[in-house]
């Protein structure tokens, strides 16, 4: 069989055997390089991924830091406003209580007789007792004791006069309404009014 003529030169190979072998191996060395390639991009993109993921770890860091520091500036804003408040409803509160605490001391001296009220600058209020509604309780046994203490802070008080008013002196005029008739023409008479 070696010497049978129509055995073609190269053993018997297809002649497009060698071609494709040729294209095959040319084509396997192509993809080896693209896969080289693409296993550098796909290097490539994991760094970039691992830089984002950097980056973005740095960025919800500092947000997470501003997010806090914002928090505690509002929470030492709010507590300071929630000081000066607090502090601005107790000076309301005692101021409300001095004004009740004055008024009770005001009724209670005009009860006990006081002449003059500014005479109540001169009572010793640390003795007051009050309520929780901020009345004092011992108003009148401060007057007694201001009353003993200061006697001429207090008289007789009067709501009615009773002295008499003061009448006309002989010879003042008189009002036309306070005349009889008589008087009113003898007066029209002297004055030279005539009806």
Known sequence: ?????????????????????????????????????????????????????????????????????????????????????????ATVAEQAKLRSMRADLRIAATKAGMVDLDGLKMLDTSGAVTNEDGDVTNADDLMVALKKAKPYLFGQVSTTSTTPPPKPADGAPKKAGDMTPAERAAEEKRLGISR
């Open 1 to 89: 069989m070696a010497d049978d003529p129509t055995d073609p030169p190269d053993g018997g190979a297809d002649p497009n055997t060698a071609r494709e072998l040729a294209k095959a191996r040319n084509d396997a060395k192509s993809y080896r390089e693209e896969a080289k390639r693409l296993r550098e991009d796909a290097e490539t993109v994991r760094k970039e991924a691992d830089g984002l993921r950097g980056k973005l770890k740095q960025t919800q860091d500092e947000s997470a830091v501003t997010l806090a520091k914002s928090l505690d500036d509002l929470r030492n804003d709010l507590s300071g406003k929630i000081t000066d408040a607090e502090t601005k409803a």
